[in-house]
């Protein structure tokens, strides 16, 4: 019977097992798997308590009943408004999250219909409620409990998102005898 002691790095962490022979590579398989799960974001979740949760959830309950009504009128409108809310709660990380995730599900919700400018709200709140996220330590699953609906899809969606990000495209207003339209800004 062999004895040695293996360094093995998984994921972030550094592990050492006392290897015996080749019987032991599925326990420190296991091991290692542990430490991965102990890890993650549905641990590191565990320490936001249940007070913060509720807080991203009455933002977005709020960012829903201001802002949602301009998103089939005027997208734009829609982004501002929920902007404004983030920026009313910029101290409050929690509040502020909350109000950038529901722009995010609200845009999402207005792309599933091909809603006209939904697509580049939906791209700018996802990049945006993603470092709040991070920097907060909740799980996509802890997140997107705070919003009602479907969990599995929105989460497959932001997720295809994130994995082919579109080319955005600077908007412009321009105004020509009296009309107005958006359109490509124009580099000189």
């Not at 955005?168 to 490509?184: F, T």
Request: proline share 5%.
């Amino acid at each position: 019977m062999l004895l040695f002691l293996v360094p093995t790095r998984c994921g972030k962490e550094q592990f050492y097992f006392l290897m015996i022979h080749m019987r032991t590579f599925t326990i420190s398989f296991f091991l290692c798997l542990w430490g991965l799960l102990a890890s993650s974001p549905t641990a590191i979740a565990a320490s936001v308590t249940p007070a913060q949760l509720q807080q991203v959830k009455e933002t977005a309950l709020l960012a829903q009943d201001l802002c949602f009504k301009e998103m089939y009128r005027d997208p734009n409108a829609y982004a501002q408004c929920i902007r404004n809310l983030r920026q009313k709660y910029e101290k409050e990380e929690f509040k502020s999250l909350g109000a950038e995730y529901f722009g995010f599900v609200g845009a999402l919700s207005y792309m599933r219909v091909s809603q006209m400018g939904a697509e580049p709200i939906a791209a700018e709140f996802l990049k945006s409620f993603r470092v709040g996220q991070k920097r907060l330590g909740l799980s996509d699953e802890v997140l997107c409990a705070t919003v009602p609906g479907n969990c599995a899809i929105r989460n497959r969606q932001m997720l295809d998102m994130e994995k082919s990000p579109k080319q955005q495209v600077p908007l412009q207003v321009k105004c020509e005898v009296g009309v107005c339209r958006i359109a490509p800004v124009q580099k000189p």
